[in-house]
């Protein structure tokens, strides 16, 4: 296979991030939960809903991610954005629990199939372009940022939309949207890169487990925050929706307010790795830790203008934890397996989520949305006590150089 020229090259980091803008571009996101019960689904199955989703991603996301590496980042996306783009067509005519657990999985297979690839292909197009092995690696903030923008752009124009149309609209516009990632992969190019050999899988999968779970200890930690932390972020997302209509919110605001907040997790994102040069990883752990805490309690025991403010907690938090850690993997592993190595985090948290969805839906059932924050507040804490703050003893005074774990400019196999 010819290897790609540096212009080639140069183009993959642009068009990367579009591809992972349109595959976040998600118009029917801030009202997500609004339109579903006008499909028949009351709040308690939205989360059995995505619990299913959850559920197909542990099964999909580290075969995917292994498949990427194996075979190629860009087939991987290029399929990926296939079922993106049936998936958003299906939600027009999706109605009832089960046309909409249809919806969730083609959606699953997408960001399956396109998580850990995007990034993996991003992350070794960068590397591939630095002109030394020192060069600070851009692309989980850059990939980041450029998701979190296009939340917060269809967020904003969602709300545009709502002024002028009616809720059917938005889902069309939608399912036209869905269909961009497909016809963007095809414009990149894979990187040069080590491969996996292509016979003795499971050595091969025994290779990365090691390499992620036990040989460094740092290593491993980071893993399993990255698996296990986005819960305390995650549940205030999905419930933010039914915590703003009890609050008096009308729904054509939504919109508004879901774009200003993922915007802020974007800007949180895209400053993360300054703040942490400045501030020390110490810091930032503790802020990422501790913050999802206050906010749970903020949002159960403050007003309607209080409850909302702290909302901005949840994305700040979200922005620096996501980048951070996910830096962090990075940079630590080799890029013969780097794509599986992000599916097999994706894969813990989706897990994870997958496993506590139907307790909270059950607690809301029980106890109401109020109670139900405090518990995730009291949940939140024990998350940090026991991850966090371990990762912090871990990561005093341990603060390698990018590229210092993994090979900064790996040669291809003839």
């Not at 010819?2 to 349109?22: D, E, G, H, V, Y």
Request: charged share 15%; glycine share 8%.
């Amino acid at each position: 296979m010819k290897a790609p020229s540096r212009q080639q090259l140069q183009r993959n980091l642009s068009r990367a991030l579009m591809l992972s803008f349109f595959q976040h571009f998600m118009l029917v996101m801030p009202i997500i939960v609004i339109l579903f019960e006008s499909k028949g689904v009351p709040l308690s199955d939205v989360l059995l809903l995505q619990a299913w989703f959850a559920a197909l991603i542990v099964i999909l996301e580290v075969p995917s991610g292994y498949v990427a590496d194996l075979f190629g980042r860009r087939g991987a996306m290029m399929i990926g954005g296939v079922f993106l783009g049936l998936g958003s067509t299906w939600l027009v005519f999706a109605h009832g629990f089960w046309p909409l657990a249809a919806f969730e999985a083609c959606l699953a297979v997408a960001f399956s199939l396109i998580s850990g690839a995007d990034l993996a292909l991003l992350y070794d197009t960068e590397l591939a372009l630095a002109e030394s092995a020192e060069q600070k690696q851009k692309s989980v903030r850059r990939l980041f940022f450029a998701s979190d923008l296009a939340e917060a752009v269809a967020a904003v124009a969602c709300s545009a939309l709502l002024l002028v149309t009616v809720l059917d609209t938005v889902v069309w516009v939608q399912a036209a949207c869905g269909w961009i990632p497909f016809l963007v992969a095809f414009t990149v190019v894979e990187p040069p890169r080590e491969r996996l050999a292509k016979t003795g899988h499971g050595r091969n999968f025994a290779g990365i487990l090691r390499a992620v779970l036990l040989d460094s200890r740092i290593l491993r930690l980071t893993f399993l925050a990255m698996a296990i932390w986005g819960l305390t972020t995650m549940y205030a997302v999905w419930l933010l929706q039914a915590l703003w209509q009890a609050k008096g919110v009308e729904v054509v605001h939504f919109g508004y307010l879901w774009g200003a907040l993922t915007l802020l997790s974007a800007v949180a994102g895209r400053y993360a790795q300054w703040l942490e040069e400045r501030l020390g990883t110490t810091t930032m752990l503790l802020v990422i830790g501790i913050g999802p805490v206050f906010g749970y309690l903020g949002l159960g025991l403050l007003g309607a203008l209080g409850g909302i403010a702290m909302c901005s907690v949840f994305f700040v938090c979200r922005g620096f934890g996501a980048v951070i850690l996910r830096d962090a993997l990075n940079r630590r592993v080799s890029s013969r397996f780097r794509a599986t190595a992000n599916s097999l985090a994706s894969f813990g948290f989706r897990a994870a989520f997958a496993l506590t969805a139907p307790l909270v839906g059950g607690a809301l059932d029980l106890w109401g949305l109020n109670m139900t924050l405090l518990l995730l507040a009291a949940a939140s804490f024990g998350i940090f006590v026991t991850l966090i703050l371990p990762l912090i003893l871990a990561a005093r005074g341990i603060r390698p150089r990018a590229g210092a774990e993994a090979p900064s400019n790996p040669v291809p196999n003839p």
